[in-house]
């Protein structure tokens, strides 16, 4: 007898080890200062822990309700309303998910069926293509303008068609760490408004914007919330990414559909930190802080590469930087990110990495939300450039 595992047909053919594992493996391999990877190399917030651990102690380690608990929603919809004026109802509008990623894929899987288009603007997170055609729909891939990453809504109503069931944003931006202007914001609200095409808001950000700008949230504008699914992060917001914790909020009869695909992909999300969630918002200093924290970053991180030959595109949101290589290097985004890692002992993210086609435009992702620590020795080691 000889044991042979069925074949089976893929549904992801394209899909192979992502860049950021790639690139986190090579900075280990070469004890190099990963800015690739964006996830933060500091603790949270001690209060956070301590709300966390006490509601482990108090017991709170059992089933939650489905949508999440009602104090954590509530608290959410209390957020939004004072950010953005919009109120949402916690018991049918909010749902507490594992994680932003699992929140965007579930509402995909929600309202996405086979023979459905998609419209991403590229560059984009590299799971929004998977999600759709996991759901059987069609990534129709729009670009943002090079270099700029302003969207162009010629483009982009160029893309939509009788078979458009929804169209992906992000802001502020990864990777490119730019943000959609109230301007755009209305330009897509009228472009939608005649049509059936559902929005995803990918809002994972929404606390990173600098220079005294505002989010322009989904929810600002009556007409795109009326048909918006609107994805955030505690973790990135807290500095706590692996807690895999996020939300989604939209219209009830749309949350009633997301709610019926959530049950049965995760059924529901880890109890004490819900709990540990709830009672630490009470406080919005820390979010309403975080501008500011990671501003300083921002400027500390681009003083230092003002002194090499890179050329910095705008960071007006996120904790990203990219920067031009082409005064630096001959070679293409991901040969360059290779040698920077193996040679200079820094890792960065090629944008090209964020685009189907692969399209090179000579510029790189680097992370700042990393200690100042972390960030001088990596600008130490830059320097050389």
Known sequence: MNPRTPHIETKLPAVGTTIFTVMSALATEHNAVNLGQGFPD?????????????????????????????????????????LHARKYRATTEI???AGATQGIITAILAVVRPGDEVIVLEPCYDSYVPNIELAGGTAVRVPLTPRTFRPDFDKIAAAITPKTRAILINSPHNPSATIWSRAD???????????????????????????????????????????????????????????????????????????????????????PVQHGLARYLADPTPYLELPAFYQRKRDLFRAGLATTKFKLLPSEGSY???VDISEVSDLGEADFCQWLTKEIGVAAIPLSAFYGNGF?????????AKKDETLQAALGRLARL
């Open 185 to 271: 914001m209305l330009a897509l609200q009228d472009l939608l408004e005649p049509t059936e095409v559902l929005l995803i808001s990918d809002e994972v950000y929404e606390h990173m914007v600098f220079d005294g700008r505002q989010h322009e949230s989904a929810a600002r504008y009556p007409g795109l919330a009326a048909r918006t699914f609107i994805v955030s992060s505690f973790g990135k917001t807290f500095h706590v990414t692996g807690w895999k914790i996020g939300t989604v909020v939209a219209p009830a009869p749309l949350m009633a559909e997301f709610r019926k695909v959530h049950q049965f992909n995760v059924f529901t999300v880890n109890t």
């Open 95 to 97: 749902t507490i998910t």
């Open 42 to 82: 500091f603790n949270c917030a001690p209060a956070l822990v301590q709300a966390v651990t006490e509601a482990m102690q108090q017991g709170l380690n059992q089933y939650p309700p489905m949508p999440g608990i009602p104090a954590l929603r509530e608290a959410v919809a209390a957020k939004i309303e004072a």
């Open 360 to 368: 090179d435009q000579r510029v790189v992702r680097f992370c700042f």
């Open 320 to 322: 990203f930087q990219c």
